[in-house]
Every structure is written in structure tokens, then in C-alpha cells.
Nanobody
Framework: QVQLVESGGGSVQAGGSLKLSCVAS????????VGWYHQAPGKERDLVSS???????DYTDSVKGRFTISRDNAKRTLYLQMNNLKSEDTGVYYC??????WGQGTQVTVSS
């Protein structure tokens, strides 16, 4: 069982920045595609951004130009740099690896 531990969430004002981190317990991390998901209050969990094992990145349209996903395989860590945050970015952010393992989520609250 791979454990994922997220951190970096918090409360910021609109226009602010946060950087999320997700540390994996297993070297499996380096062999898999990984991603960040967002679940707004009362909504379904949606993919925000992903990065393949080879480093290819993808973003949902609403965060393009504002969010940057990256990974450090040596540290088994996934990052999400979030800039120019908007109120609609509020919610719980989950990391996921290999399409199987999930973190516990970290809360992001953006006030306008």
C-alpha cells in the first residue's frame, strides 16, 4: 500500500499563491503518471493537472497559466504551484499516483 501525504493548503486572499506538496512512501512514484484533483464543496472531484513519468504536463483550461505541476522523483514528491488564486479554486486538493493511490486531501480556501 502506497501512502501519500499532502501539505501546503491554507487560506489566502484572491490573487495569492500556495504551493501544494505530496510525498509518496514508495519508489513506485517515479514510474507512474501522477496528478492533482480538485473537489469543490458539493461538487465532484475533477482533474486539475497531471504529469507523466516522462515529465509531460497537462492542465485543465481553468488553471492554465496560473498553476504549475512538477515532480521530484528523487524525493518522491509531487508539487502544485498555484498562483493568482481565485475563489473558485476553493476546495480540497488530492494527489493521485498510478491511477490507484490517493492522498487524504488538503484544504484550500480562497477569499475574495
Amino acid at each position: 500500500q502506497v501512502q501519500l501525504v499532502e501539505s501546503g493548503g491554507g487560506s489566502v486572499q484572491a490573487g495569492g499563491s500556495l504551493k501544494l506538496s505530496c510525498v509518496a512512501s514508495d519508489v513506485l512514484f517515479s514510474t507512474c503518471g501522477v496528478g492533482w484533483y480538485h473537489q469543490a464543496p458539493g461538487k465532484e472531484r475533477d482533474l486539475v493537472s497531471s504529469i507523466s513519468a516522462g515529465g509531460r504536463t497537462d492542465y485543465t483550461d481553468s488553471v492554465k497559466g496560473r498553476f504549475t505541476i512538477s515532480r521530484d522523483n528523487a524525493k518522491r514528491t509531487l508539487y502544485l504551484q498555484m498562483n493568482n488564486l481565485k475563489s473558485e479554486d476553493t476546495g480540497v486538493y488530492y494527489c493521485e499516483i498510478c491511477g490507484i493511490y490517493w492522498g487524504q486531501g488538503t484544504q484550500v480556501t480562497v477569499s475574495s
